[in-house]
Each structure stands twice: as structure tokens, then as C-alpha cells.
């Protein structure tokens, strides 16, 4: 890297650690003004000191800016987003841990997919615009853009599992993780494939590739060497939170084919209102769609060095 690319990465770190010192902020001032106690949920009945017990192990019996202020420290001396309140004092740091090895392997290998056969369809598209496949890949991205998660997860589960038995409905082996992966690949896939195409007509188009066809340069140099490398910019812009998200999981997904996975582990802790654990993954989220947003800045400029990194 060149004293200028390291100095765009520097500030940018920087501006991350501001950004997830807010997230860190809004969550953990949200997450205590919801009203309740996290250990008097419905069908728990507990003394006043137990209440006060359990308050004071948990360091909850302290005044708010003072548990601010510690939880801050633990985070950034010791990485430590404390214990869960509801799975048995399990430190948050492990339960994120086993969520994101489940819901990053699968959100990996559907990334893959997705951006490897959206910038195939999208560049095949492009190159037969008007035509018979141009018209079946819009048509059939643009379906898989309208419709959610559930749907589609619901439709392969439906047909690929119960009626004609391809795939099992879930499980750990390879077979019971075709379903999900294809369900996670679906939206992002259709999303990339119309980028591409879109940016692939615009590059198409430009003065510099005409000359390179007036040149007699072959049509595979045209498509690969020029065309498509400009046209993934834009790609590029939306793979960084596309990855974030993909990575952690979907809530949708880990329901319909039951896995345990970083997003049901979120949603679980919102409603037993388990502080350390909704500030942790909320935190690591951010953080991830932090880096993965910077990696894309980089990427832009590896790709088109013309590009200035400000």
C-alpha cells in the first residue's frame, strides 16, 4: 500500500471506532430504558432479595453511567460483553461464537454462490440485451428480489424437502444445508445479477470499448479485460453489507429449517430482554458491517487505481 491508501485506512478506522462507540452507546442506553426487569419475566416469582441479589452480581444494582462505564472498559481492555442473564451465565462472547460458526458457514458458501452466478447472469444479460435471455433472467432476478425470505424458503421446503424428498429439512450433514444456503443465496444472487447488467450496459457503451472493437480487440478480452471490470464498482458498493448480513445470518432462514444460528440467539435475547447479550451482537454486527464497508473502499481502488482513496 502507498502512504496515501494507508492514511485512508487509518481515518477509517478511526471513524469505525467512533461509529461502534455510538452503536455501543444507543444500544446499551435502549436496551435498559425498555421497562421491566430481565429477572421478573412472566412465570419467575422472586423475593425482593433475590431481586437484589441477583441485581448486584449482575452489577445492575449500580447507577446507570457507572455500569456505562464499565462495560465500556471491559469491552475494550478485555473484549468482554459480559455474561448472558437468561442461558445459565454463558459469556456472551462464547454464545456469539457458536452462533457465528454455524451462521458464517453457511452465510459464506451462499455468498459465494450469490456473487459468482449474479455476475454470470448479469454479464450474460447484458450481452443479449433485448433477447430471449436478457428477458428470463430479468424476469426471474426480478421475482427473487419481490419476494422475502420466507417465501422462498417456504416454497424449496415445500417441494424439495417434503414432497419430492431431494434434500432432509434440516441437519448438520451437507445435504440438510442445500436448502438454506439456496435461500440465502437467492435475494443477494438476484440483486448482483441486476447491478451487473445494469453496469455492464453502461461500461458497454463507453467510448473506450468501441475502440477497442474498432481495434480488432477479440470479444473475450473486450468482455473480461475491460467491460466487466469496470462494471463491478458498483457490485462492490453492495457486497460489503451484503457479506455483514449474510454472514450473521437471517432470522427467517434459521427459523424456517431450524438452526441455531446468531440471528435466533439475537431475537431470543431481545425478548428475555438479556442485556449483555443484545449489546454483543448488536456490536459485532456492527463491527462487521464496519470492516466489511472498508474492504469495499479498498477493493475500489485494487480494482481501478484511478480511483482516489479521500
Do not use: C
Amino acid at each position: 500500500m502507498d502512504v496515501k491508501t494507508l492514511w485512508y485506512v487509518a481515518k477509517r478506522l478511526l471513524l469505525a471506532a467512533v461509529t461502534v462507540l455510538a452503536v455501543i452507546t444507543l444500544t446499551f442506553f435502549a436496551a435498559r430504558a425498555v421497562p421491566g426487569n430481565p429477572f421478573l419475566r412472566e412465570g419467575k416469582a422472586l423475593s425482593p432479595e433475590a431481586l437484589a441479589a441477583l441485581e448486584e452480581k449482575y452489577g445492575l444494582d449500580k447507577p446507570l453511567g457507572q455500569q456505562y462505564l464499565i462495560y465500556l472498559k471491559n469491552i475494550v481492555t478485555r473484549f468482554d460483553f459480559g455474561t448472558s442473564l437468561e442461558q445459565e451465565e454463558r459469556p456472551v462472547t462464547t454464545i456469539i461464537a457458536d452462533g457465528l460458526q454455524h451462521s458464517a458457514r453457511l452465510g459464506l458458501v451462499a455468498a459465494v454462490i450469490a456473487v459468482t452466478v449474479g455476475i454470470l447472469l448479469g454479464a450474460v444479460a447484458a450481452l443479449d440485451r433485448g433477447g430471449v435471455w436478457d428477458r428470463l433472467i430479468m424476469v426471474t432476478t426480478t421475482a427473487f428480489v419481490s419476494l422475502p425470505a420466507f417465501v422462498t424458503g417456504s416454497v424449496l421446503l415445500l417441494f424439495l424437502s417434503e414432497r419430492w424428498r431431494w434434500f432432509p429439512a434440516h441437519g448438520e450433514t451437507w445435504q440438510g444445508q442445500v436448502l438454506p444456503v439456496i435461500t440465502l443465496a437467492l435475494y443477494p444472487l438476484a440483486t448482483i445479477a441486476r447491478l451487473t447488467r445494469s453496469s455492464m450496459l453502461d461500461v458497454l457503451g463507453q467510448d473506450y470499448i468501441r475502440t477497442a472493437r474498432a481495434k480488432g480487440v477479440s470479444k473475450p478480452k473486450i468482455l473480461f479485460g475491460h467491460a466487466l471490470k469496470n462494471a463491478l464498482l458498483p457490485v462492490i458498493t453492495y457486497l460489503g453489507p451484503m457479506l455483514a448480513y449474510i454472514i450473521t445470518g437471517s432470522l427467517v432462514v434459521e427459523r424456517i429449517f431450524n438452526l441455531k444460528g446468531i440471528g435466533v440467539e439475537f431475537v431470543s435475547s431481545i425478548t428475555a430482554r438479556d442485556y449483555p447479550l443484545i449489546m454483543g451482537t448488536t456490536t459485532v454486527l456492527a463491527m462487521l458491517v464496519v470492516l466489511m464497508t472498508l474492504v469495499s473502499d479498498i477493493l475500489y481502488r485494487v480494482i481501478d487505481p484511478r480511483i482516489s482513496l479521500k
